[in-house]
C-alpha cells in the first residue's frame, strides 16, 4: 500500500509532455509521478506524509481515514505581499495587485526553481476545474513537489487521467508550478515535517496562463487550481471571454412550496461563507442545499441568464468557530476522509479547535506540537487552521451540485464585517448601483491571509487579493455583464451578519438565523412587495421580515435595520479616496452611482 503507484502517462499531448519535461529538467526531482486520481494513490500520498512526519493518522475507527497536518509556524496563510500579477503591461495589474515584469520575474523564478526540486518527487497533477465536460469547466496542470498540495489537490479537484483524456490534444490548459523550495542535496539527509522557505512568491502570468508558486506549502498558495487559477486566472479569461470568476458560495433555496431559488455570495476570507452555504434554516418548511463555499463561474446560458458552476469538489474551510451549533453539516462532513491543518490533536487522536462547541480537553497536543491545557492561554489551533473535506460527504449538498451545465443564479450577495454603517440587508437599487455597492464593500480582515487582523479594508467584491487584473478594469466588465443581461441579471444585495453593540456585541445572532434574511431576498427575486425604498437601497419593511420566534431585542433589530444616514455620510471621503486609486480606469457608472448616493443622503 506504500509504495508509489507506477509511473503512466496517459496523454500524448506533445504540449502537456514538453510542459512536464522542461519543469523536470530545471527542476531536477530524484522522481517523477503522474497523478492517475485513483484511491490507491491518495492513500500513498498519506501515508507518504505519515512516514515524512508531515502527518498523523488520526484514530482510524472514529476517524477513518484522515490525518492532521501541522505546518511550519510561519507558513499558516496566503502571502499577499508575496503575490504577484506579472502582465505584460503594468496598467492590467493594480492598484489593488502587486505587479512584476513578467520578463524580470521569470528570471527570479527560474533561478529560485533551479534544482529546487532535487531530492523530492515532483507529482503532475492534471486537474479539472469543474464537471469534466461542462462548458464551463477549465483544466490546468500542476507539477509540485508537495505530497500535502498534491493529497489536498485530490480532494478540492476533479484529478488524473479522465482530465487527460478530456484534455485530449488541446493546449489550452493552465501551466501550474509549485515547489515548497528546499531541495534535498542528498537523499539521505533528513527532511523536515512541513519545508517551506522564508522566501516565498505567488506569481501570476495572465497572457500566458501561467502560476510560478515558490516556498509556501499552505492553502491558496500552494493548492495551484483554487485561488491561483480558478480567481486570479481564470478573472483574466473571464474578462476575456465574456463570463465570470467570483469569490462566492453557491446554495439552493427551497420554499414550502417547493420552488427553488439559487444564490450566490461575496463574502471576504474567513467571512462566513462556508457557513452560509451549509446552513440550516430556522423558519419551518424551508430547505438550503449546498453548491458551493468558495468559488463561482458563471456563464451566460443559451436563455440569457446566469449559470453557475462551483469549480471546486472539496471544501478548504475555517475549523476554528465550526461546531455542531453554528454548522452542523460542516461538522458531519468532517466524519471521514478529510485533512485537518494547523488544528489541535487530542490524547485520544481526535482534532479540537476553539469554539468547537465542546469543552476542551484537560489535555493536547496544539498545533505548534506542544502541550497544551486550557490553562495554556493560547489557542490550541491557529486561527486561520482549516479543514480539508470532500464536498460529496456534505450531508446538504444539493443533487446539481456537479451538473455540467451549471444552476440559474436568481440573487447576488455581497457583504463583509462591518461593525457600524452597514445594515443587516439592503437591496440594490440597479444592477449598477449594485456593482458600486460591491466596489465599495469593506471588512475587518481576517487570520486568512498574513498581517494585522481587524482593520477595515475596502474588499471590492471579496475580490481584493484575487482579481487577476486592473480592479478598475474588473468594475468596468461587471457593468458590461450587467448590460449584457439586462433584464435576466440576479438581483444584487448587501447583507452584514456582523453589526456591533457599542458595547461590542454582535446585535444579530447570525449562522442558522440568517435564513430569515434569505426568505426576504427568495421573496424580493418573486417580487414580492416586502420593502421600502431609502436612500441607500431597499430596506425590509415594517413586518416583511420573518422574525417568528427569534430572540432579539426590539432596539437591536431597529438598529440593524436602521438608516444611519450620518454614518453613510461619514463613509462618502473613504469612498472617494478608494475610487481614486483606480484613476482614469474607475468606470463613469460607478462615478455616477457616488454622486447619486451622495445626493439621495442629502
Ligand atoms: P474562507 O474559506 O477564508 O473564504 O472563509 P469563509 O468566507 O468561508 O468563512 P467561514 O464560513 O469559514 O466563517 C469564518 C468565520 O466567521 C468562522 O469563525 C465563523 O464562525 C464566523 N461566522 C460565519 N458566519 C457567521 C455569522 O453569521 N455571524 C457571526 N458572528 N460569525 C460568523
Ligand atoms: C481564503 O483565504 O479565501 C480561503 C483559503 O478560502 S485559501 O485557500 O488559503 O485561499
Ligand atoms: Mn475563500
Redesign the pocket.
Known amino acids: 500500500m506504500n509504495a508509489a503507484p507506477p509511473v503512466k502517462i496517459a496523454t500524448t499531448n506533445s504540449a502537456v509532455l514538453s510542459f512536464v519535461e522542461d519543469c523536470r529538467k530545471l527542476f531536477a526531482p530524484g522522481a517523477v509521478h503522474w497523478c492517475s486520481g485513483s484511491q490507491a494513490e491518495y492513500q500513498h500520498l498519506l501515508h507518504r506524509m505519515v512516514q515524512m512526519g508531515t502527518a498523523l493518522w488520526l484514530d482510524p475507527d472514529k476517524r477513518p481515514n484522515s490525518v492532521i497536518v501541522r505546518s511550519d509556524p510561519a507558513d499558516v496563510?496566503?502571502v499577499e505581499d508575496q503575490t504577484f500579477i506579472c502582465s505584460v503591461s503594468e496598467s492590467d495589474a493594480g492598484p489593488t495587485n502587486n505587479w512584476a515584469n513578467p520578463g524580470k520575474m521569470k528570471v527570479t523564478l527560474e533561478r529560485l526553481f533551479d534544482g529546487a526540486m532535487m531530492g523530492r518527487t515532483m507529482y503532475v497533477i492534471p486537474y479539472s476545474m469543474g464537471p469534466i465536460g461542462s462548458p464551463i469547466a477549465r483544466i490546468g496542470i500542476m507539477v509540485t513537489d508537495s505530497a500535502y498540495a498534491a493529497a489536498n489537490m485530490h480532494i478540492m479537484t476533479r484529478v488524473g487521467d479522465e482530465v487527460l483524456k478530456a484534455l485530449g490534444d488541446n493546449t489550452d490548459f493552465v501551466r501550474g508550478h509549485h515547489t515548497v523550495g528546499v531541495p534535498l542535496k542528498r537523499q539521505t539527509w533528513a527532511d523536515e515535517p512541513w519545508p517551506c522557505n522564508t522566501t516565498k512568491y505567488i506569481c501570476h502570468f495572465p497572457e500566458t496562463r501561467e502560476i510560478w508558486s515558490f516556498g509556501s506549502g499552505?492553502?491558496?498558495?500552494a493548492?495551484l487550481g483554487?485561488?491561483c487559477h480558478a480567481l486570479r486566472i481564470a478573472s483574466v479569461q473571464a474578462r476575456d471571454e465574456g463570463w465570470l470568476a467570483e469569490?462566492m458560495l453557491i446554495l439552493k433555496l427551497t420554499n414550502p412550496e417547493g420552488q427553488s431559488k439559487f444564490i450566490a455570495a461575496a463574502f471576504?476570507?474567513?467571512c462566513g461563507?462556508t457557513n452560509l452555504a451549509m446552513v440550516i434554516p430556522t423558519i419551518p418548511g424551508w430547505k438550503a442545499e449546498t453548491i458551493g463555499d468558495?468559488i463561482c463561474w458563471m456563464k451566460f446560458g443559451a436563455d440569457g441568464r446566469l449559470y453557475a458552476i462551483n469549480p471546486e469538489t472539496g471544501f478548504?474551510?475555517?475549523a476554528p468557530g465550526t461546531s455542531r451549533e453554528t454548522n452542523l453539516n460542516a461538522m458531519k462532513t468532517l466524519d471521514a476522509n478529510c485533512i485537518f491543518t494547523n488544528v489541535g490533536m487530542t490524547d485520544d487522536d481526535d482534532f479540537y479547535w476553539e469554539n468547537m462547541g465542546e469543552d476542551p480537553p484537560p489535555h493536547l497536543t496544539d498545533w505548534l506540537r506542544r502541550s497544551w491545557s486550557p490553562a495554556s492561554g493560547r489557542p490550541a489551533a491557529h486561527p486561520?487552521a482549516?479543514f480539508t473535506a470532500p464536498a460529496a460527504q456534505c450531508p446538504v449538498i444539493a443533487k446539481e451540485w456537479d451538473d455540467p451545465k451549471g444552476v440559474p443564479i436568481d440573487a447576488i450577495l455581497f457583504g463583509g464585517r462591518r461593525a457600524s454603517v452597514v445594515p443587516l440587508v439592503s437591496e440594490a437599487l440597479s444592477w449598477q448601483h449594485g456593482t458600486f455597492l460591491g466596489a465599495t464593500m469593506a471588512s475587518e480582515k481576517?487570520a486568512?491571509?498574513a498581517g494585522k487582523i481587524g482593520d477595515v479594508r475596502r474588499d471590492p467584491m471579496?475580490m481584493l487579493?484575487?482579481c487577476g487584473y486592473h480592479m478598475g478594469d474588473y468594475f468596468q466588465h461587471w457593468l458590461d455583464i450587467g448590460e449584457k443581461g439586462g433584464s435576466a441579471m440576479p438581483k444584487i444585495f448587501y447583507v452584514n451578519w456582523f453589526r456591533k453593540s457599542a458595547d461590542g456585541k454582535f446585535l444579530w445572532p447570525g449562522y442558522a438565523e440568517n435564513s430569515r434574511v434569505l426568505k426576504w431576498i427568495f421573496e424580493r427575486c418573486d417580487g414580492a412587495d416586502n420593502a421600502v425604498e431609502t436612500p441607500i437601497g431597499r430596506l425590509p419593511a415594517d413586518g416583511a421580515l420573518d422574525l417568528d420566534g427569534l430572540d432579539v431585542p426590539g432596539e437591536d433589530l431597529a438598529e440593524l435595520l436602521k438608516v444611519d444616514v450620518e454614518g453613510w455620510k461619514g463613509e462618502l471621503p473613504s469612498i472617494r479616496e478608494h475610487f481614486a486609486t483606480f484613476g482614469d480606469k474607475l468606470p463613469a457608472g460607478l462615478r455616477e452611482e457616488l454622486a447619486a448616493l451622495e445626493q439621495r443622503l442629502g
Open positions: 496563510a496566503r499552505y492553502g491558496g498558495n493548492l483554487k485561488k469569490h471576504p476570507s474567513a461563507k468558495d478548504f474551510g475555517v486561520n482549516r481576517t486568512a491571509a471579496a487579493p484575487f
